[in-house]
């Protein structure tokens, strides 16, 4: 899988749980579980996320081998209601052809009518891997490659996405991504436990079993599990651990291209997949030494490694229609009724033809201009907060005001929907040939784009995930349709539990513009560090130094695991940010206890000691008991409405407390 550069997302996972998670000096005595319960501090002033939660918390339940019990982000509510909005299409008829509609019962029909156990391994599935097998050089097996990219819709072996240039925010530009894993070996797992790597090895020789000569097959195991232990040795953990790594992407032009890749035509093969060729003339990478490393493999010296990973890539891919084939590649049965499945897979693999329906169903100009409206209240707020940041030059304030000014919101409104001119040809005649005609739509969209110029009014995700996030290139804020529900936003409740909710997920994106990682980014989002003045830089590093130390030396998860105060910096300062913006939009204790209580709400989540170890070791978001608690602990408005005195358990000293504009 590769790494997600440039936007900073909302949250990764759901998470946090009930206990587990207070402030260091409330050491429990710990003989009974009574005494225990008794003992915690959980009222108002010592616990505010568990007082407001306790009750449902205590009654959610985690399935056993669930991470968490679903909270405020319920994801499962939304693809139950795309499934009912399926049901709808279903039963309906006479649909234009290639409109969403018509996508989405052809697309049912055609899978829960295909025949996977006996219609055998598709003719041109079967063409590329005999491709793949007979290519007797490097510049061969890039041919078989990009063919897999125009004609099956995979993504190339060399791992990339077009983006807006970080440096030049006009235009679009490749960027190689960082591999964070090889053929199911995570490279963050590797670091501790090499136990990943026996499976590539087996999987590596069921591979070369099948389709090369069997005497070969262990040694080919062993050569390809020793290619991904080289990749991982060549990976850059720091980048692999850093939330946004930006300052890592360095810039390769058409010649260092060349020169990286001996073993093949780069710029020959990424024309070929259709790049425009104007476009190739510098790329952004993320890992250097990675990229330099993957540029050694992809020769003639490891061309049966590189086979093997090929055909890997492409039975992840086509499993489904490939496996049924090989006894060696059948591995977990779906137990799920043919419905669930058919309707699970159109929502997972052919998420812009649902999109639209979702937002045509759940979205209205009503809640559209309700959120723009308090998207206009939040930027208000920040203008006073900025522009009060008296410990900034003036300059530097003018300037991330005139950033502020040019944030843009993207909603619901802005997805198009699907042109049935350009998608009436892709269903096929059945299950595989839709699904094929889809992904290689959806490939030429992307090597289209690469020429386009960078569009600030498309969504950043997808509506239907629960979600928001900030792009620091376009400047703007995508807020999901399927974020728009109660206790996120109720357009029946009061605008200031809104604003605890729906407001605080905006203020929070919004806040990603000046925080540690993306106020590197100027008005017109070109990634430029030296945008800042020095003295303006050194006065937010001393203020980052005491907000790590913050993070760090005053919350806890189990009473001895703490937050890794520089990783989740950024997500930290959007959510101090953003606090302080909405409750400066708050004039009464009212307004403020509503305001509280929901953001307290929305953070509401049961989950697994073992999910939350995971959160605090790859997660750039703290545990949401933190994200709560942490926060308002460091408010003063929290102290005014409250009364807080120090000896509560949300006290914290004035002079330890930290705030991101004051
Ligand atoms: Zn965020």
Redesign the pocket.
Known sequence: MKKFVGT????AMAMSLVAGCVRVENPAETETSETVAAEVKMGLKDNFYYYVNGDELKSEDVIYGQAYAQGSFDQELINDRIKGIMDEVLKGDGYVKGSEEDLVKTAYNYYVGYDFENSGVPDDIEAIIDEIRGAESMEELMKADAKMCTDLGMESVLTFEVRTDMRDSTRNSILFDQFEDMMGADFKELVWDYGSLSSVRDQAEDISEVFFEKEDAEKIGLDTAYLVYDMFLNTDQEICNCAVPLEYIVYFDEAEMRENFPGFDVIGYLSSIGYDKAHLDKFMVLDEGQFRFLGQVLTDERLSEIKIFELYRLIEKYRVFIAPSYEQFQGQISYKDLDTQAKDIIINSMTDIVDPLYVDNYYDEETDEYIRAMCDDIKEGYRGLISNADWLTKETRDNLLIKLDKIVYVTGMDLKRCDPDEYKNICGNNWYEMYRNYLVKKNAETVGKLKEKPDNTVPGMPMAAVNA??DPNKNNITINTAILNAPFLDLNADYYTNLGGIGMVIA??M??AF?SNCIKFDYNGIYDPSWISEKDVAALEERNQKAISYFEDNFTVFEVYHVNGEKTL??NY??LGGMECIVSLAKTKEDREKLFTNYAVIWSIKKTSDSLWDQLETD??SPEILRTNSILSTIDEFYETYDIQEGDGMYIAPEDRISRWH
Do not use: V
Not at 8 to 11: E, K, R, T
């Open positions: 900073a997302l909302m949250f996030c900030y929070h994106e806040g990603h925080d950024g997500e959007a959510d750039e978001h």
